[in-house]
C-alpha cells in the first residue's frame, strides 16, 4: 500500500525524484504541502484506493507515515 500511496502523492504534488518519499517524509516542511494539496492527495487517494478518509487527518498529519498508519489501520 506504501508504493500506492507514495506514487499518488508523488503525481498530485509532481516530483521530479518520488525517492524523498518515505514514511518519515515531513508533509509540509519536506513536500511543501500546503491545505489546497492536502485535500488533493486525499481526493486521489480515496478514489484510487476506494477507502474513506477523514478530512482531519490529511490537515493535521505531520508525516506519510501517519496517513500510512491510519490506512493499514483501517483497511
Known amino acids: 500500500m506504501f508504493e500506492k500511496v507514495k506514487a499518488i502523492v508523488e503525481y498530485q504534488l509532481d516530483l521530479k525524484d518520488s525517492s524523498i518519499i518515505t514514511r518519515e517524509t515531513r508533509l509540509r516542511e519536506d513536500l ?3 491545505s489546497l494539496d492536502a ?26 507515515g501517519e496517513i500510512m498508519d491510519y490506512l493499514e489501520a483501517n483497511y
Do not use: G, H
Open 39 to 64: 485535500a488533493e492527495i486525499i481526493l486521489a487517494i480515496e478514489d484510487k484506493l476506494d477507502v474513506e478518509i477523514p478530512d482531519e487527518l490529511m490537515m493535521n498529519a505531520k508525516t506519510v
Open 32 to 34: 511543501k504541502v500546503d
